[in-house]
């Protein structure tokens, strides 16, 4: 059993993408980070709309070992509940207490994009699974793990609500996730866990990487908006997790970009993203800290 003083975390969805950001941005504070996910071959990877997409939870261990961290893949279906309550009895079993969560996995379809959405796939509203269900499942089961510790973060990751480029499906699971989050902070505040939901922007994952490169529209989009790393939302969580006023911004939706530049985080490379409020808006007012 690990030591005490040991920053453990669990990121789902954790072998490509945000999650893998998230993954490397803790390693670099010498985290153990529990790599949850279900690529777990090596070679390339069929996603349910088609793609062709890197990645497996193996390989981001090697990077989370490379930069400090100690990194273990744990195989696991998150449409599964089993599997997500073995997921966090292996936590337990190994290192006794669990710091962060990052609630990330999600059921991605490349034509998430297709309008009106009755033309793309049914498939799409698998996202509400696992997008939106298995996170509040994961949180369940690793609350016991959070409580004991005395000092905890639950991070799901949402996005913009209003901006309406995605299937209405998608929106209805980030819309949850912001809503949970408001929730679970009423009733993790007296055990000094805090709860949020975090809004990063365009993101530069493979998957969009991908898009960009076979969309004209889409290379527009990153021209104007700007397009964040995969790491800049773990940067953010860590200093999150290093705030000491953390618990009064509890259940609140937190906007990736306009965090980064309260706690002084830079992007890769010394960009500093902006927020997309401006054209998106930004949370419900209940769960703004504007």
């Known amino acids: 059993m690990s030591r005490n003083d040991e920053l453990v975390a669990v990121v789902t969805g954790g072998s490509r993408g945000i999650g893998k950001g998230v993954a490397r941005a803790l390693a670099e504070r010498g985290a153990t980070v529990y790599i949850a996910g279900r690529s777990q071959t090596g070679g390339i990877h069929t996603s349910p709309g088609g793609?062709?997409?890197?990645?497996?939870?193996?390989?981001?261990?090697?990077?989370?070992?490379?930069?400090?961290?100690?990194?273990?893949?744990?195989?696991?279906?998150?449409?599964?509940?089993?599997?997500?309550?073995s997921l966090f009895e292996r936590v337990r079993q190994e290192s006794g207490h669990l710091n962060i969560l990052v609630n990330n996995a999600a059921y991605l379809n490349e034509k998430m994009f297709v309008r009106p959405f009755w033309e793309a796939p049914v498939a799409l509203a698998n996202i509400i699974d696992v997008?939106?269900?298995?996170?509040?499942?994961?949180?369940?089961y690793a609350a016991p793990l959070l409580i004991a510790?005395?000092?905890?973060?639950?991070?799901?990751?949402?996005?913009?609500?209003?901006?309406?480029?995605?299937?209405?499906?998608?929106?209805?699971?980030k819309a949850g996730l912001d809503k949970l989050a408001a929730v679970y902070a009423e009733h993790f505040t007296p055990f000094n866990v805090a709860a949020i939901s975090l809004w990063p922007g365009y993101v530069a994952t493979e998957r969009m990487t991908q898009l960009i490169e076979a969309d004209p529209s889409l290379k527009q989009l990153k021209e104007k908006m700007g397009f964040e790393s995969t790491e800049l939302s773990g940067?953010?969580?860590?200093?999150?997790?290093?705030?000491?006023?953390?618990?009064?911004?509890?259940?609140?939706?937190?906007?990736?970009?306009?965090?980064?530049?309260?706690?002084?985080?830079s992007d890769l490379d010394g960009y500093k993203p902006k927020s997309l409020r401006g054209i998106y808006g930004g949370p419900h007012p209940a769960f703004d800290t504007q």
């Open 51 to 85: 793609a062709l997409l890197p990645g497996t939870i193996q390989e981001v261990v090697e990077e989370v070992n490379s930069l400090g961290g100690r990194g273990i893949a744990v195989a696991c279906d998150l449409s599964v509940d089993e599997e997500i309550r």
């Open 149 to 173: 510790q005395r000092r905890g973060l639950i991070v799901n990751i949402s996005f913009y609500g209003n901006a309406k480029v995605h299937d209405p499906a998608y929106y209805a699971s």
């Open 235 to 265: 940067r953010v969580i860590r200093a999150l997790y290093d705030d000491p006023n953390l618990l009064t911004i509890s259940g609140k939706t937190i906007i990736t970009a306009e965090a980064a530049e309260r706690y002084g985080i």
């Open 131 to 140: 997008g939106l269900r298995c996170h509040h499942v994961a949180t369940y």
